[in-house]
């Protein structure tokens, strides 16, 4: 056989759907377990952090319900994207339409009225009896266009103002409209990987390293430019010196830890949860882990995260299209990039911002959109077989 038939019978193979009865086969088992394992911990963890706090609607269970929800939701968007083939995804009806409607959302949150108020943050939505957040969707609808671009042959990353410079730009309007929410942690994760996906698609580092400085200069200005931020970073480095103040929510975080030792004191037994912790069941339930479960369970979560994280860029690098690639790497490293940040900021590393930790933190649209893209992930696994 000639190359030029046999090449374009192996593009014939690549490309034809499979029957889908087979695709939860072709799975990779080493992902499925992974993400099976972490959606099983969360769920569990989940209830040890919130059943106090919770008795207060008049049900223990009430986060836990809410989770199981969206869990059910998302387990309904995983049946659907996983009978169909992810390459449809590329089309630009798809990703301007995700996109366009993740903008649209963006702008509404931000508008007095409109978007909810919590917490002196205003980043939800809400339609009926249920809530969302727009960045939830975005950072998704984000990767998948960048994934797009970044596989169009005429694309050229190693050109600095035709290249790269027009990837850096709608991710950069993303991040300041979900800056106004306030909401740096979220914003900064998609500036964070939009580099790593422009970086992998092979970009020159020299470009990446002037776009990296430019970011640490408006990040230094943003932090210092308000008196409320100054004061969170410095509690952020002496947290007990702040304690009635910006420094209390770290310090009960770390309290926590301390408290938990090597072992724990028991899954459900912690005490900081009573009222001292704020927010366990959400941005610091990695501290309820610390405090329950110890030094040794926090380390077997981060290993599973770990071990997800590595069979994720595994399927990333073993895709036979560079969309496909593309876009499992993306998602893979947003997931990392969120599980770093939210244990950075729990143990005191990074200044206090509110962002979940996936498949832990309550909220029942973010679990469902996390599993939509894990099941993306997932599908573009199955395109692995025998490579």
């Known amino acids: 056989m000639s ?28 992902l499925a377990a992974c993400f099976i394992l972490l959606l099983l911990l969360g769920v569990t963890v ?64 931000a508008i007095p009225g409109i978007g909810k108020m919590l917490n002196g943050s205003r ?6 009896p249920v809530s969302f957040q727009p960045s939830e969707l975005a950072k998704y609808s984000m990767i998948l266009y960048l994934a797009r671009a970044l596989s169009q042959k005429e694309r050229d990353v190693t050109r600095f103002f035709t290249g790269l410079i027009p990837l850096f730009v709608l991710p950069g309007a993303m991040f300041l409209l979900i800056l106004l929410q306030p909401n740096l942690s979220t914003a900064g994760s998609i500036l964070i990987v939009t580099a790593v996906m422009v ?17 640490m200069a408006l990040g230094t200005f943003y932090a210092l430019s308000e008196d409320y931020r100054r004061a969170r970073l410095m509690s952020f480095r002496d947290p007990f010196a702040f304690m009635t103040n910006e420094g209390y929510q770290l310090s009960q975080s770390l309290l926590a830890f301390g408290s938990g030792g090597l072992f ?35 380390v077997a979560i981060l290993c599973a995260f770990a071990a997800f994280l590595f069979f994720g860029l595994r ?7 560079r969309f496909g690639s593309m876009l ?5 490293c947003m997931i990392g990039v969120q599980c770093v940040l939210n244990v950075a900021v729990v143990i005191g590393m990074m200044p206090t911002t509110g962002l979940p930790l996936p498949f832990f933190s309550s909220g029942g649209t973010s679990i469902s959109i996390l599993m939509c893209a894990v099941a993306i992930l997932m599908n573009i696994s199955c395109e692995n077989t025998g490579f």
């Open 315 to 321: 399927v990333a690098i073993r895709c036979p299209d």
């Open 199 to 215: 970086m992998i698609a092979g970009a020159r580092w020299l470009h990446l390293g002037l776009i990296g400085l430019s970011g």
């Open 328 to 332: 499992a790497g993306g998602i893979t």
């Open 46 to 109: 989940l209830y040890a952090a919130s059943f106090y706090n919770a008795q207060d609607s008049g049900n223990a269970l009430s986060e836990v319900y809410s989770q199981l929800m969206g869990i059910g939701v998302g387990a309904v968007g995983m049946a659907f994207l996983l009978k169909i083939d992810y390459r449809v995804l590329r089309k630009p009806w798809i990703t301007g339409g995700l996109l366009g409607l993740s903008f649209v959302l963006l702008i509404l949150v």
């Open 123 to 128: 980043r939800w939505l809400r339609l009926g």
């Open 3 to 30: 190359a030029p038939v046999r090449g374009a019978k192996e593009a014939r193979q690549t490309f034809a759907p499979r029957d889908t009865r087979h695709r939860l086969r072709d799975i990779d088992p080493g």
């Open 264 to 298: 724990g004191m028991g899954l459900g037994m912690g005490r900081q949860k009573y009222a001292f912790l704020p927010y366990p069941e959400s941005d610091f339930i990695f501290a309820v882990v610390g405090e329950d479960l110890g030094y040794v369970g926090c």
